[in-house]
Protein backbone atom coordinates (compact mmCIF):
# COMPACT_ATOMS: atom_id res chain seq x y z
CA UNK A 1 0.00 0.00 0.00
CA UNK A 2 2.96 2.52 0.93
CA UNK A 3 4.84 1.42 -2.34
CA UNK A 4 1.76 2.09 -4.45
CA UNK A 5 1.09 5.58 -2.59
CA UNK A 6 4.16 6.32 -3.34
CA UNK A 7 4.02 6.00 -6.80
CA UNK A 8 0.75 7.70 -7.37
CA UNK A 9 2.10 10.71 -4.98
CA UNK A 10 5.20 10.45 -7.83
CA UNK A 11 2.89 10.16 -10.95
CA UNK A 12 1.09 13.32 -9.13
CA UNK A 13 4.16 15.35 -8.62
CA UNK A 14 5.44 14.61 -12.68
CA UNK A 15 2.34 16.16 -13.64
CA UNK A 16 2.68 18.97 -11.57
CA UNK A 17 6.22 19.60 -12.69
CA UNK A 18 7.70 19.06 -9.21
CA UNK A 19 9.49 15.97 -9.36
CA UNK A 20 12.51 16.17 -7.13
CA UNK A 21 15.90 15.37 -9.32
CA UNK A 22 16.66 12.86 -7.54
CA UNK A 23 13.46 10.91 -8.59
CA UNK A 24 14.72 11.55 -12.18
CA UNK A 25 15.85 8.60 -14.35
CA UNK A 26 19.52 8.98 -14.68
CA UNK A 27 20.84 10.45 -18.47
CA UNK A 28 22.51 8.08 -20.39
CA UNK A 29 25.48 9.61 -22.21
CA UNK A 30 25.54 8.98 -26.12
CA UNK A 31 28.67 6.49 -25.57
CA UNK A 32 27.15 4.30 -23.29
CA UNK A 33 23.63 4.14 -25.73
CA UNK A 34 25.93 3.30 -28.29
CA UNK A 35 28.07 0.83 -26.83
CA UNK A 36 24.65 -1.11 -24.91
CA UNK A 37 22.91 -1.17 -28.11
CA UNK A 38 26.15 -2.85 -29.76
CA UNK A 39 26.58 -4.86 -27.29
CA UNK A 40 22.67 -6.44 -27.69
CA UNK A 41 23.15 -7.09 -31.40
CA UNK A 42 24.16 -10.47 -30.85
CA UNK A 43 25.57 -11.62 -34.73
CA UNK A 44 27.56 -8.71 -33.84
CA UNK A 45 28.98 -9.95 -30.80
CA UNK A 46 29.54 -13.18 -32.14
CA UNK A 47 31.04 -12.18 -35.09
CA UNK A 48 33.75 -9.79 -32.98
CA UNK A 49 34.05 -12.88 -30.90
CA UNK A 50 34.71 -14.82 -33.93
CA UNK A 51 37.30 -12.51 -35.54
CA UNK A 52 38.88 -12.18 -31.87
CA UNK A 53 39.39 -15.91 -31.36
CA UNK A 54 41.06 -15.94 -35.42
CA UNK A 55 43.27 -13.16 -34.37
CA UNK A 56 45.03 -14.23 -31.35
CA UNK A 57 45.21 -17.70 -32.97
CA UNK A 58 46.95 -16.70 -35.83
CA UNK A 59 49.33 -13.98 -33.29
CA UNK A 60 49.62 -16.81 -30.19
CA UNK A 61 49.71 -19.96 -31.74
CA UNK A 62 52.81 -19.77 -34.08
CA UNK A 63 54.84 -19.42 -31.03
CA UNK A 64 53.83 -22.71 -30.06
CA UNK A 65 53.23 -24.78 -32.99
CA UNK A 66 56.03 -26.96 -33.61
CA UNK A 67 56.83 -26.39 -37.51
CA UNK A 68 57.82 -22.93 -38.74
CA UNK A 69 56.48 -21.86 -42.28
CA UNK A 70 59.92 -21.51 -43.67
CA UNK A 71 60.95 -24.90 -43.48
CA UNK A 72 60.14 -26.85 -46.09
CA UNK A 73 62.05 -29.96 -45.13
CA UNK A 74 58.79 -31.99 -44.63
CA UNK A 75 57.59 -34.51 -47.41
CA UNK A 76 55.65 -33.25 -50.17
CA UNK A 77 51.75 -33.70 -50.20
CA UNK A 78 51.52 -35.33 -46.63
CA UNK A 79 48.07 -36.15 -45.92
CA UNK A 80 46.26 -34.94 -42.99
CA UNK A 81 47.36 -36.63 -39.71
CA UNK A 82 48.04 -35.64 -36.06
CA UNK A 83 51.08 -34.00 -36.69
CA UNK A 84 49.93 -32.39 -39.79
CA UNK A 85 46.40 -31.81 -39.41
CA UNK A 86 45.70 -29.58 -43.07
CA UNK A 87 48.84 -32.21 -44.69
CA UNK A 88 52.08 -30.22 -45.97
CA UNK A 89 52.32 -28.44 -49.30
CA UNK A 90 53.92 -29.84 -52.81
CA UNK A 91 57.06 -28.00 -51.83
CA UNK A 92 56.93 -29.55 -48.09
CA UNK A 93 55.93 -26.97 -45.96
CA UNK A 94 53.11 -27.46 -43.08
CA UNK A 95 50.22 -25.96 -44.31
CA UNK A 96 48.88 -25.06 -40.78
CA UNK A 97 51.91 -22.76 -40.74
CA UNK A 98 51.25 -21.21 -43.99
CA UNK A 99 47.68 -20.41 -43.19
CA UNK A 100 48.51 -18.74 -39.43
CA UNK A 101 51.41 -16.73 -41.57
CA UNK A 102 49.14 -15.94 -44.10
CA UNK A 103 46.50 -14.78 -41.57
CA UNK A 104 48.56 -12.37 -39.66
CA UNK A 105 49.59 -10.53 -42.99
CA UNK A 106 46.02 -10.30 -44.53
CA UNK A 107 44.88 -8.72 -41.16
CA UNK A 108 48.09 -6.52 -41.44
CA UNK A 109 47.47 -5.43 -44.73
CA UNK A 110 43.39 -4.87 -44.24
CA UNK A 111 44.31 -2.61 -40.54
CA UNK A 112 47.25 -0.53 -42.94
CA UNK A 113 44.71 -0.06 -45.91
CA UNK A 114 41.34 0.68 -43.61
CA UNK A 115 43.78 3.46 -42.00
CA UNK A 116 45.19 5.34 -44.65
CA UNK A 117 42.11 5.09 -46.77
CA UNK A 118 39.57 6.29 -43.75
CA UNK A 119 42.57 8.78 -42.88
CA UNK A 120 42.43 10.01 -46.67
CA UNK A 121 38.75 10.21 -47.36
CA UNK A 122 38.08 11.37 -43.86
CA UNK A 123 40.49 14.71 -44.54
CA UNK A 124 39.51 15.49 -48.25
CA UNK A 125 35.56 14.58 -47.44
CA UNK A 126 36.00 17.12 -44.59
CA UNK A 127 37.68 20.02 -46.78
CA UNK A 128 35.40 19.74 -49.56
CA UNK A 129 32.08 19.80 -47.38
CA UNK A 130 33.65 22.64 -45.23
CA UNK A 131 35.09 24.92 -47.77
CA UNK A 132 32.44 24.19 -50.58
CA UNK A 133 33.08 26.38 -53.67
CA UNK A 134 36.73 25.29 -55.85
CA UNK A 135 37.88 23.33 -53.23
CA UNK A 136 34.86 21.30 -52.95
CA UNK A 137 34.85 20.97 -56.82
CA UNK A 138 38.29 20.10 -57.34
CA UNK A 139 38.22 17.32 -54.34
CA UNK A 140 34.82 16.00 -55.70
CA UNK A 141 36.16 15.88 -59.53
CA UNK A 142 39.73 13.93 -58.03
CA UNK A 143 37.17 11.87 -55.98
CA UNK A 144 35.08 10.89 -59.54
CA UNK A 145 38.88 10.40 -61.44
CA UNK A 146 39.81 7.51 -58.86
CA UNK A 147 36.19 5.94 -58.82
CA UNK A 148 36.11 5.50 -62.80
CA UNK A 149 39.91 3.81 -62.58
CA UNK A 150 39.22 -0.16 -62.07
CA UNK A 151 40.94 -0.41 -58.47
CA UNK A 152 42.45 -4.50 -59.29
CA UNK A 153 44.41 -3.56 -62.53
CA UNK A 154 45.83 -0.27 -61.17
CA UNK A 155 46.75 -1.60 -57.95
CA UNK A 156 48.59 -4.64 -59.82
CA UNK A 157 50.48 -2.45 -62.08
CA UNK A 158 51.68 -0.30 -58.95
CA UNK A 159 52.55 -2.88 -56.79
CA UNK A 160 54.67 -4.67 -59.56
CA UNK A 161 56.57 -1.59 -59.94
CA UNK A 162 57.25 0.07 -57.22
CA UNK A 163 57.21 -2.91 -54.50
CA UNK A 164 57.89 -6.11 -55.78
CA UNK A 165 55.36 -7.94 -54.13
CA UNK A 166 55.77 -6.19 -50.93
CA UNK A 167 53.02 -6.49 -48.56
CA UNK A 168 53.22 -2.74 -47.50
CA UNK A 169 54.08 -1.45 -50.95
CA UNK A 170 50.59 -3.60 -51.61
CA UNK A 171 48.71 -2.09 -49.03
CA UNK A 172 49.06 1.28 -49.55
CA UNK A 173 48.58 0.95 -53.08
CA UNK A 174 45.03 -0.32 -52.60
CA UNK A 175 44.54 2.35 -49.92
CA UNK A 176 45.38 4.79 -52.46
CA UNK A 177 42.08 3.06 -54.23
CA UNK A 178 39.70 2.93 -51.30
CA UNK A 179 39.19 6.03 -49.96
CA UNK A 180 36.50 7.52 -52.36
CA UNK A 181 33.69 6.12 -50.45
CA UNK A 182 34.41 7.47 -47.73
CA UNK A 183 35.24 10.80 -48.47
CA UNK A 184 31.85 10.70 -50.22
CA UNK A 185 30.12 10.16 -46.66
CA UNK A 186 32.20 12.33 -44.78
CA UNK A 187 31.78 14.91 -47.37
CA UNK A 188 27.89 15.37 -47.28
CA UNK A 189 27.89 14.97 -43.16
CA UNK A 190 30.20 17.98 -43.15
CA UNK A 191 28.08 20.15 -45.41
CA UNK A 192 25.25 19.65 -43.13
CA UNK A 193 26.88 20.10 -39.80
CA UNK A 194 28.99 22.98 -41.11
CA UNK A 195 25.73 24.70 -41.20
CA UNK A 196 24.87 23.93 -37.21
CA UNK A 197 25.52 27.04 -34.54
CA UNK A 198 28.65 25.35 -32.81
CA UNK A 199 30.58 26.17 -35.76
CA UNK A 200 28.78 29.39 -36.50
CA UNK A 201 30.15 30.15 -32.28
CA UNK A 202 33.61 28.48 -33.53
CA UNK A 203 33.68 31.15 -36.13
CA UNK A 204 33.03 33.72 -34.12
CA UNK A 205 35.52 32.33 -31.85
CA UNK A 206 37.73 32.95 -34.22
CA UNK A 207 38.47 29.25 -34.97
CA UNK A 208 40.45 28.26 -37.72
CA UNK A 209 39.33 25.97 -40.81
CA UNK A 210 42.08 22.72 -39.44
CA UNK A 211 40.33 23.73 -35.74
CA UNK A 212 36.51 23.95 -37.12
CA UNK A 213 37.42 20.50 -39.09
CA UNK A 214 39.16 18.34 -36.53
CA UNK A 215 37.81 19.51 -33.34
CA UNK A 216 34.30 20.35 -34.45
CA UNK A 217 33.31 18.73 -37.40
CA UNK A 218 35.25 15.17 -37.14
CA UNK A 219 34.08 14.26 -33.62
CA UNK A 220 30.58 14.47 -34.65
CA UNK A 221 31.23 12.16 -37.81
CA UNK A 222 32.21 9.52 -35.06
CA UNK A 223 29.93 7.08 -36.19
CA UNK A 224 29.75 6.91 -40.12
CA UNK A 225 33.63 6.98 -39.73
CA UNK A 226 33.53 4.36 -37.08
CA UNK A 227 31.49 2.27 -39.39
CA UNK A 228 33.23 2.56 -42.84
CA UNK A 229 36.60 2.21 -41.75
CA UNK A 230 35.30 -1.47 -40.53
CA UNK A 231 33.59 -2.05 -43.64
CA UNK A 232 36.92 -0.73 -45.57
CA UNK A 233 38.83 -3.81 -43.57
CA UNK A 234 36.61 -6.27 -44.65
CA UNK A 235 37.11 -5.12 -48.31
CA UNK A 236 40.55 -4.61 -47.94
CA UNK A 237 40.90 -8.36 -46.90
CA UNK A 238 38.56 -9.29 -50.08
CA UNK A 239 40.22 -6.66 -52.53
CA UNK A 240 43.60 -8.26 -51.49
CA UNK A 241 43.08 -11.89 -51.41
CA UNK A 242 41.79 -11.52 -54.89
CA UNK A 243 45.23 -9.42 -56.35
CA UNK A 244 47.31 -12.58 -54.66
CA UNK A 245 45.22 -14.49 -56.17
CA UNK A 246 45.66 -13.70 -59.52
CA UNK A 247 49.32 -13.20 -58.60
CA UNK A 248 49.69 -9.95 -58.53
CA UNK A 249 49.48 -8.91 -55.43
CA UNK A 250 51.76 -9.96 -52.17
CA UNK A 251 55.03 -12.09 -53.27
CA UNK A 252 57.26 -14.15 -51.74
CA UNK A 253 58.81 -13.98 -48.99
CA UNK A 254 55.93 -11.67 -47.65
CA UNK A 255 52.54 -13.93 -47.60
CA UNK A 256 48.82 -13.53 -47.77
CA UNK A 257 45.65 -15.91 -47.54
CA UNK A 258 45.38 -15.04 -51.24
CA UNK A 259 48.84 -16.01 -52.10
CA UNK A 260 48.61 -19.51 -50.08
CA UNK A 261 45.16 -19.91 -51.71
CA UNK A 262 47.06 -19.30 -55.35
CA UNK A 263 49.53 -22.06 -54.35
CA UNK A 264 47.17 -24.51 -53.57
CA UNK A 265 44.33 -23.92 -55.82
CA UNK A 266 45.72 -26.94 -58.20
CA UNK A 267 44.66 -29.27 -55.40
CA UNK A 268 41.18 -28.35 -55.11
CA UNK A 269 40.19 -31.19 -56.69
CA UNK A 270 42.51 -34.19 -55.53
CA UNK A 271 43.64 -32.68 -52.20
CA UNK A 272 40.64 -29.93 -51.03
CA UNK A 273 42.21 -29.48 -47.08
CA UNK A 274 45.02 -27.51 -49.14
CA UNK A 275 42.63 -25.18 -50.82
CA UNK A 276 39.87 -24.75 -48.44
CA UNK A 277 41.73 -24.32 -45.33
CA UNK A 278 43.10 -20.78 -46.05
CA UNK A 279 39.54 -20.71 -47.98
CA UNK A 280 37.21 -21.08 -44.88
CA UNK A 281 39.93 -18.59 -42.73
CA UNK A 282 39.21 -16.22 -45.48
CA UNK A 283 35.52 -16.28 -45.65
CA UNK A 284 35.57 -16.59 -41.75
CA UNK A 285 37.23 -13.08 -41.86
CA UNK A 286 35.32 -11.27 -44.23
CA UNK A 287 31.92 -12.17 -42.75
CA UNK A 288 32.89 -11.51 -39.10
CA UNK A 289 34.05 -8.04 -40.17
CA UNK A 290 30.87 -7.02 -42.22
CA UNK A 291 28.46 -8.59 -39.38
CA UNK A 292 30.47 -5.83 -36.54
CA UNK A 293 30.27 -2.82 -38.93
CA UNK A 294 26.28 -4.01 -39.76
CA UNK A 295 26.13 -4.24 -35.55
CA UNK A 296 27.85 -0.56 -35.36
CA UNK A 297 26.14 0.79 -38.02
CA UNK A 298 23.04 -0.14 -36.10
CA UNK A 299 24.14 0.95 -32.99
CA UNK A 300 25.52 4.44 -33.90
CA UNK A 301 22.00 4.30 -36.29
CA UNK A 302 19.70 7.09 -33.80
CA UNK A 303 16.44 5.89 -35.39
CA UNK A 304 16.99 2.57 -34.51
CA UNK A 305 15.55 2.55 -30.83
CA UNK A 306 15.36 -0.98 -30.38
CA UNK A 307 17.79 -3.07 -29.51
CA UNK A 308 18.44 -6.14 -32.79
CA UNK A 309 19.11 -9.56 -32.07
Do not use: C
Not at 159 to 178: D, E, M, R
Not at 203 to 215: D, M, N, P, S, Y
Amino acid sequence: MNSLVAGEAASAAQREGTLPPEALPEPVSQGRLVLRKFLHHKLAMISAAVLLLITLIAVVMPIFWPHNYEDASFPSFSPPTADFPLGTTQIGKDMVAQILRGTQFSLLIAVVVSVVATTIGVVFGSLAGYLRGFADSALSRLTDLFLIIPQIAAAAIMAKVFGHGSWFVVAIVLALFAWMPIARITRAEAMALSQREFVEAAKAAGAGTGRIIFRHLVPNMVGSITVNATLAVAQAVLVEAALSFIGLGVQPPDTSLGRVILENYAQVQTRPWLFFGPFVVLVLISLSINFIGDGLRDAFDPRQRRMKA
